[in-house]
């Protein structure tokens, strides 16, 4: 099956720095997501993202699909930033595949 | 707008018990799916369903069954629970748009489910 790889596997960062997470995959997919995991485990979308860039606020997301890789970018990070970041990706007719997460910590 | 939502939200069980996990889906979705969650891990995909039926399954046990009432939502029944059964087990849902889902999948809170 499909294997998605995320990196780096923890981050600790400043508040009000910036920071990039990274998701690849191994074969061709029909679309992509990315989620923030808060501590409670609720999994909140970010975004929907197939292919092409996308900005919401301070995250913004670019999957290039011929690549076989997504970028995750947070901008001025915030203490209630940190958590898990998850990438998912659908191959067939609906079977998903996660990742292992990025695991994010804003100190303040 | 009632989004996905589970119940119960926490079960403890021994091992050998039989357990059934409720999902209901955001309004106006049809596609359920439920995942496996392990400490530590990314959400482990169980199987789907559409139209009552299941369409999708992952690497999971025939201990782990299914169903899809007509009001579109879930069921996840685990029989002969194991230890390593313990889990947060997830529910998302989705709208069915053409072939297969292709639309935002949002997910539910979760149950976490304990075996002793």
């Known amino acids: 099956g499909i294997q998605v790889e995320q990196s780096p596997p923890d981050l600790i960062l400043q508040e009000g720095a910036n920071s990039t997470l990274r998701c690849n995959f191994s074969?061709?997919?029909?679309?992509l997501q990315w989620f923030h995991q808060n501590p409670w485990g609720q999994l909140i979308n970010l975004f929907y993202i197939p292919s092409g860039t996308k900005q919401n606020g301070r995250l913004s997301a670019t999957t290039v699909a011929t690549e076989r890789y997504s970028l995750l970018y947070i901008s001025s990070s915030q203490t209630t930033d940190s958590g898990v970041y998850f990438c998912?990706?659908?191959?067939?007719?609906?079977?998903?595949?996660f990742g292992d997460g990025t695991t994010l910590t804003v100190k303040p | 707008d009632a989004g996905v939502t589970q119940s119960p939200t926490h079960l403890i069980k021994t091992r050998g018990q039989q357990v059934t996990l409720r999902c209901s889906p955001k309004s106006g979705h049809d596609t359920v799916s439920w995942y496996q969650q392990a400490l530590g891990q990314g959400p482990q995909f169980i199987f789907q369903?559409?139209?009552?039926?299941?369409?999708q399954r992952g690497n999971f046990p025939d201990r782990f069954s299914g169903h899809q009432f007509p009001n579109y939502s879930s069921e996840l029944n685990v029989n002969a629970l194991l230890l390593g059964d313990s889990a947060l087990y997830l529910c998302?849902?989705?709208?069915?748009?053409?072939?297969?889902?292709?639309?935002?999948?949002?997910f539910g809170p979760g149950t976490r489910l304990t075996v002793l």
């Open positions: 369903y559409y139209e009552e039926e299941e369409r």
């Open positions: 998912a990706v659908y191959a067939n007719a609906g079977k998903s595949t």
């Open positions: 998302a849902s989705t709208r069915e748009s053409g072939r297969w889902p292709t639309d935002t999948q949002y």
């Open positions: 074969d061709s997919v029909n679309n």
